[in-house]
T-cell receptor, first 113, second 113 residues
């Protein structure tokens, strides 16, 4: 069966510090991968998605970047965090077809102080 | 641009009641619609996926319907239990956006014992 992992589970970082969140998927190959952010009182916002290694699409201009160094690894990064980057970050995967279910990881709670 | 709205934003019911959560979307050109459950501080759990060619899907006490032409979906929960308390999110996969999902902001459900 497939599983998706995210770490860390929680993170508190000062403004201006760098960020690296990691997501890995097990039990499948060549998945579509997604990063979402859920801010307090707001719905989920898609940040990035990837259909293959090194292929990243950005949905909104922002202070964040994403990379996919391996087939089942997706990394969310920032060089300098802003207060507005605080939120709940969720990674998800799907098998790559438009009709497929998206499966979500447990999330990372990021607080920028 | 696809927009997804969920009504009500919050709902509190006594245990045992049957209830309906509503989701509406502005563009009927979708591949599918998915209902998720989110417990506080947790990731999303997929409940039901309805393809655009389908009218409904059932899983246990849950039944989701889709009326694509009118841009509406409902999630019916039968004989609600306190364990059903969570936020319920619906999301559509627009045909114009590949495999990306557009989410509503959710309905926060509380089932009182």
């Amino acid at each position: 069966s497939q599983t998706i992992h995210q770490w860390p589970a929680t993170l508190v970082q000062p403004v201006g510090s760098p960020l690296s969140l990691e997501c890995t998927v097990e039990g499948t190959s060549n998945p579509n991968l997604y990063w979402y952010r859920q801010a307090a009182g707001r719905g989920l916002q898609l940040l990035f998605y990837s259909v293959g290694i090194g292929q990243i699409s950005s949905e909104v201009p922002q202070n964040l970047s994403a990379s996919r160094p391996q087939d089942r690894q997706f990394i969310l990064s920032s060089k300098k965090l802003l207060l507005s980057d605080s939120g709940f970050y969720l990674c998800a995967w799907s098998q790559g077809l438009a009709t497929d279910t998206q499966y979500f990881g447990p999330g990372t709670r990021l607080t920028v102080l | 641009k696809q927009e997804v709205t969920q009504i009500p934003a919050a709902l509190s019911v006594p245990e045992g009641e049957n209830l309906v959560l509503n989701c509406s979307f502005t563009d009927s050109a979708i591949y599918n619609l998915q209902w998720f459950r989110q417990d506080p501080g947790k990731g999303l759990t997929s409940l039901l996926l309805i393809q655009s060619s389908q009218r409904e899907q059932t899983s246990g006490r849950l039944n989701a319907s889709l009326d694509k032409s009118s841009g509406r979906s409902t999630l019916y929960i039968a004989a609600s239990q306190p364990g059903d308390s969570a936020t319920y999110l619906c999301a559509v996969r627009p045909q114009t956006s590949g495999s990306r999902l557009t989410f509503g902001e959710g309905t926060q459900l509380t089932v009182n014992p």
